[in-house]
């Protein structure tokens, strides 16, 4: 549907045809055939001053699309932006930390001088030779998707993403996570394609229950599919955004106090993993629920990635971070640094936003230069330097989960040469 825009008289040349209502988002007129005998199209009639049989209004709930005023009332019973009434799970921004008050804006690489940055860089190297940051490789494999990798119709990029389901469920099956009598929960579900890797390793054990977690909808659902082959699959899907998700308050967990959970998630954006975390062990349930204010969390497999999107206020790494020299300012460098990791992708065309951030101009004591040449970093050293970036964050989640109870590690699942975002969270409460 067009959005909104300015109205200007641009012609399409010799018989005008269509919708004179200028898009300003898309830089060109609407594509819709203007109604017979008026310049505008019947979304965007309201703007015209000529007048109609069925004369057409915004609508009140979303002045994006419009409405026929007659039909109003049935409209808003329908209207996709209408109000929708909040499911019990939803308790509005319970997975963010609010006892840090501090706001500091958005701070680009530019607002740090050079020797901000390297004091950031000497501290993530006494953190690499206090070997804390030493990930070791687990590249693991499942049987479920070895007739899948060897089909010549998948291409390279096919083949990649089955290649790091494969090792996210060897990695699980290695650590003991698949079960009978357990609830999984993937989050960031999206059309849930690791979900339907994981129904086929675990979904024949009694007792257990998926929970697939998006805060949208999309479409072409692989778990849709499973419904159907699976008649006995026991699966819900959840549409909320993790920062308001109270896993206690979700029925099929609430009347199974006693099943344990196991989260999973391939490459949850940033601070999303964080969030993801925090509803696993959650800090300020509703006092007057009768449940154990902690769930019984069994396992967690968690493929992070898109470190430059985390967040201070829902970051659970920010003990660990303090212990180790870092403060709040610094964190707003390290997840803008992470970035760096990825410098040898970017294509022939010129630099990302984020090499353009770190290319902007700061002062030194000869004059303006760009960040990266007052630093004097190679592409490979910056690469070195935003993957510990990368690591540290990653750490610092890792040891949350230990001071949670849990023991695992964090591990390169796959190659570099699969994904550059080649890190994930392995863990379990140790039964």
């Not at 940055?117 to 479920?144: G, M, P, Y």
């Amino acid at each position: 549907m067009p959005c909104c825009g300015t109205i200007t008289m641009q012609s399409n040349g010799g018989n005008q045809q269509k919708c004179i209502f200028y898009v300003e988002k898309r830089k060109r007129n609407c594509q819709f055939k203007a109604a017979k005998g008026f310049q505008y199209c019947g979304e965007h009639a309201f703007h015209s001053d000529q007048p109609t049989k069925k004369p057409r209004i915004p609508c009140p709930l979303d002045p994006a699309h419009s409405v026929y005023a007659s039909q109003l009332k049935k409209h808003l019973r329908i209207c996709n932006s209408r109000p929708v009434e909040r499911p019990v799970y939803y308790v509005k921004s319970i997975n963010i930390d609010t006892t840090d008050e501090r706001y500091m804006g958005k701070k680009d690489l530019a607002s740090f001088t050079p020797s901000d940055i390297l004091e950031i860089i000497r501290k993530l190297r006494e953190v690499q030779e206090a070997n804390l940051v030493d990930f070791e490789e687990s590249i693991q494999h499942h049987e479920s998707l070895k007739g899948e990798l060897c089909l010549e119709s998948n291409g390279p990029s096919a083949r990649k993403h089955l290649e790091q389901l494969s090792s996210i469920l060897g990695n699980m099956e290695v650590t003991r996570l698949f079960a009978p009598d357990h609830c999984y929960i993937e989050y960031g579900a999206g059309k849930g394609r690791l979900s339907q890797w994981i129904f086929d390793a675990a979904a024949d054990y009694p007792g257990t229950h998926f929970i697939l977690v998006d805060k949208k909808n999309v479409r072409h659902k692989r778990d849709l599919h499973h419904k159907e082959v699976r008649q006995k699959l026991s699966m819900e899907r959840i549409k909320i955004d993790i920062q308001d998700l109270d896993l206690t308050k979700v029925p099929a967990i609430k009347e199974n106090p006693g099943r344990p959970v196991i989260a999973y998630c391939k490459h949850l954006c940033g601070a999303a993993t964080d969030l993801a975390l925090r509803s696993l062990f959650p800090r300020h349930s509703d006092s007057s629920q009768s449940l154990p204010r902690h769930l019984q969390i069994r396992g967690v497999a968690m493929a992070t990635c898109c470190h430059h999107c985390c967040n201070w206020a829902s970051y659970v790494g920010k003990g660990f971070l303090g212990r180790h020299g870092f403060d709040r300012a610094d964190f707003e460098a390290l997840i803008r640094l992470s970035s760096w990791s990825v410098c040898g992708s970017r294509d022939k065309s010129g630099a990302g936003e984020a090499e353009r951030e770190s290319h902007s101009q700061v002062e030194t004591g000869e004059g303006k230069e760009t960040l990266t040449s007052a630093l004097g970093l190679t592409i490979p050293e910056r690469e070195e330097v935003g993957e510990l970036a990368k690591r540290l964050l990653d750490a610092g989640r890792m040891e949350f989960l230990i001071h949670n109870g849990m023991m695992g590690r964090a591990a390169l699942y796959v190659k570099k040469e699969i994904t550059l975002q080649n890190t994930m969270l392995i863990a379990t409460n140790g039964t």
